[in-house]
């Protein structure tokens, strides 16, 4: 079988010349200087045709005409700003083409989102113990790091249990940057045994706490895939045994996410770290009677200092009197 031979495409083509244009342009450039008749019989064509051709060589910019007469622009000039609106043309449809690239992954999200809902998979495991819930999670970020989760802690026996038990391996896991936890837990559980401690390494290691009078239900996402619900929504863990359902759904998972961050609004963060120990240490000493001078010479700080934090305080708790603070921050749970 014989090769075709390739056809070889006019390069002046991509900036907009056809080859009678490019044929034109090099016959005004060899004469540098000329008037329509003599390029019509340097082009061996009819003067109107030659004269439209022109026209458009005069609109591209490449041919200047003067009193009658065309010259020919130096091409480095003419032609290099064609050569850069083509750049300028194409770079903003990279550009577009990028950003389409981008929805993609938004797209396919939406289509097994649909085709779930409609009669796709729709893949629940009934999942039993609480070894296993924990050991799920860092499996899973292993496999694809680094796992957002996302949890809710409703009761005080689940936090319990989770302090003494469970905490550790999650913590390791974000150390090594492998998890990235957001927790939302009811207020009261700060108090328990061992929270401080636990909740203080958890976020040394990266992540971030809220608590919420009241947290509706135990439920987690790990990842845009995967989620868990308890056995009976409202309750928590210890209540069934550990039992829940992992479900590996988007639609779900988006559902789940919405409400978390829903949750995640309405809570507050934990009134730890140096900036937060500060206010609780102002709140707790004025609790117990004492004046700024004595809480300054208790501290061993400035006068300055203490209404200082005193003022971070009543911001943080949205409070307008130091009075206000305190019984806001007493509810908190900041002064147990």
């Not at 950003?99 to 495991?125: C, K, T, W």
């Amino acid at each position: 079988m014989r090769n075709e031979p390739a056809t070889v495409s006019d390069p002046l083509e991509t900036l907009g010349l056809d080859p009678a244009q490019t044929a034109l342009y090099t016959a005004v450039l060899r004469l540098h200087r000329a008037t329509l008749a003599e390029l019509a019989e340097a082009m061996d064509g009819p003067a109107d045709r030659v004269g439209r051709q022109l026209e458009d060589l005069v609109r591209l910019g490449v041919v200047d005409e003067r009193s009658g007469e065309y010259l020919a622009r130096h091409p480095a000039a003419a032609l290099g700003r064609l050569i850069a609106e083509r750049l300028d043309r194409l770079a903003e449809e990279s550009r577009r083409i990028d950003s389409a690239l981008g929805s993609i992954r938004g797209l396919i999200h939406d289509y097994d989102a649909g085709r779930h809902y409609q009669s796709g998979p729709f893949p629940v495991e009934l999942v039993s113990g609480a070894d296993v819930l924990y050991e799920s999670v860092v499996g899973m970020a292993v496999q694809a790091p680094p796992l957002e989760l996302l949890i809710a802690i409703p009761d005080e026996r689940t936090m319990t249990d989770f302090v003494r038990k469970f905490a550790d391996p999650w913590i390791d896991a974000q150390r090594r940057r492998l998890l990235s936890m957001r927790a939302v837990i009811p207020v009261a559980t700060l108090a328990l045994p061992g929270v401080r401690d636990q909740l203080t390494r958890l976020l040394e290691s990266g992540g971030r706490v809220r608590t919420l009078d009241r947290v509706p239900s135990w439920f987690m996402t790990a990842g845009p895939e995967a989620a868990g619900l308890p056995a009976l929504w409202g309750g928590g863990l210890p209540d069934h045994a550990y039992n829940f359902y992992l479900v590996r759904a988007p639609i779900v998972v988006g559902v789940l996410r919405s409400l978390f961050e829903e949750l995640w609004s309405r809570s507050v963060p934990l009134p730890w770290g140096r900036r937060g120990d500060g206010m609780v240490q102002v709140l707790r000493l004025a609790a117990q009677g004492m004046c700024d001078d004595s809480i300054a010479r208790q501290l061993g700080v400035s006068v300055r200092t203490v209404r200082a934090r005193f003022a971070d305080a009543m911001a943080e708790l949205g409070a307008q009197s130091r009075f206000h603070a305190g019984v806001e921050a007493s509810r908190r749970g900041w002064l147990g």
